[in-house]
């Protein structure tokens, strides 16, 4: 369920990418028009189509951005600056956040995603991750320096409810064949195996499916029947 309070404190955690990605979420409104061609998953604003280039770029800035707060956030609670229950309730606002905002994007705005049953379900799951990860830090099982590099892991996790929701879409849709576009300089053998060519949309196994899991840094796109 996205509330109120989710909303404010999505603006606040994305506001620094720029009024071009709360326009697209339908969060701020200006006098572009602002339109979502569900047949190809794609946003048209003033009659321009966003391609998927652009739409990486904003995930890749929300990734960083996230992956800077969370791993802050770890720092903070090791040197004694945060307790627990701050770090947990900020590591699930980020969580949060990253994922209505990926989930829009995949989705055409905030409100098909508010509709989105699998979106919940992730965020959800997220949360229950980190409730491990709280575990494993009370438990001191893991050093500062691992669990800073764990919480950012976290912000990675952002790019998979999005491929994944955008190719639920496209199959929805009518995507009769995918491309899965290597962008990593290291790939594993799975992202190898199925990258660089054209596949029917049902072989196409999603992102976050192969070994690299959440790190995967591929871009699936569709072709769709004319």
């Given at each position: 369920?996205?509330?109120?309070?989710?909303?404010?404190?999505?603006?606040?955690?994305?506001?620094?990418l720029?009024?071009?990605?709360?326009?697209?979420?339908?969060?701020?409104?200006?006098?572009?028009?602002?339109?979502?061609?569900?047949?190809?998953?794609?946003?048209?604003?003033?009659?321009r189509?966003?391609?998927?280039?652009?739409?990486?770029?904003?995930?890749?800035?929300?990734?960083?951005?996230?992956?800077?707060?969370?791993?802050?956030?770890?720092?903070?609670?090791?040197?004694?600056?945060?307790?627990?229950?701050?770090?947990?309730?900020?590591?699930?606002?980020?969580?949060?956040?990253?994922h209505?905002?990926?989930?829009?994007?995949?989705?055409?705005?905030?409100?098909a995603?508010?509709?989105s049953?699998?979106?919940?379900?992730?965020?959800?799951?997220?949360?229950?991750?980190a409730?491990?990860?709280?575990?494993?830090?009370?438990?001191?099982?893991?050093?500062?320096?691992?669990?800073?590099?764990?919480?950012?892991?976290?912000?990675?996790?952002?790019?998979?409810?999005?491929?994944?929701?955008?190719?639920?879409?496209?199959?929805?849709?009518?995507?009769?064949?995918?491309?899965?576009?290597?962008?990593?300089?290291?790939?594993?053998?799975?992202?190898?195996?199925?990258?660089?060519?054209?596949?029917?949309?049902?072989?196409m196994?999603?992102?976050?499916?192969?070994?690299?899991?959440?790190?995967?840094?591929?871009?699936i796109v569709?072709?769709?029947?004319?």
């Open positions: 369920m996205f509330t109120a309070e989710d909303e404010r404190n999505l603006i606040e955690d994305v506001s620094g720029g009024v071009a990605l709360l326009v697209l979420l339908g969060i701020r409104r200006t006098g572009q028009r602002v339109e979502f061609d569900k047949r190809r998953g794609q946003f048209v604003v003033d009659g189509r966003i391609n998927w280039r652009s739409i990486q770029q904003l995930l890749n800035r929300l990734g960083i951005k996230l992956r800077n707060d969370m791993r802050q956030i770890t720092e903070d609670l090791f040197e004694c600056r945060v307790d627990v229950n701050e770090w947990q309730r900020t590591m699930d606002r980020k969580i949060t956040s990253g209505w905002t990926a989930g829009a994007l995949a989705l055409g705005g905030i409100v995603a508010k509709a049953s699998a979106l919940i379900n992730r965020i959800n799951k997220e949360k229950r991750f409730d491990g990860f709280r575990n494993d830090i009370e438990r001191e099982r893991v050093s500062q320096a691992r669990a800073v590099y764990r919480a950012g892991s976290y912000a990675d996790a952002t790019r998979v409810p999005h491929s994944v929701l955008e190719q639920a879409n496209a199959v929805t849709q009518g995507a009769n064949r995918a491309y899965r576009i290597i962008t990593a300089k290291e790939s594993c053998p799975g992202c190898l195996k199925y990258g660089g060519r054209w596949m029917p949309i049902a072989e196994p999603p992102i976050g499916s192969q070994e690299c899991g959440s790190h995967c840094k591929c871009v569709y072709e769709y029947r004319a």
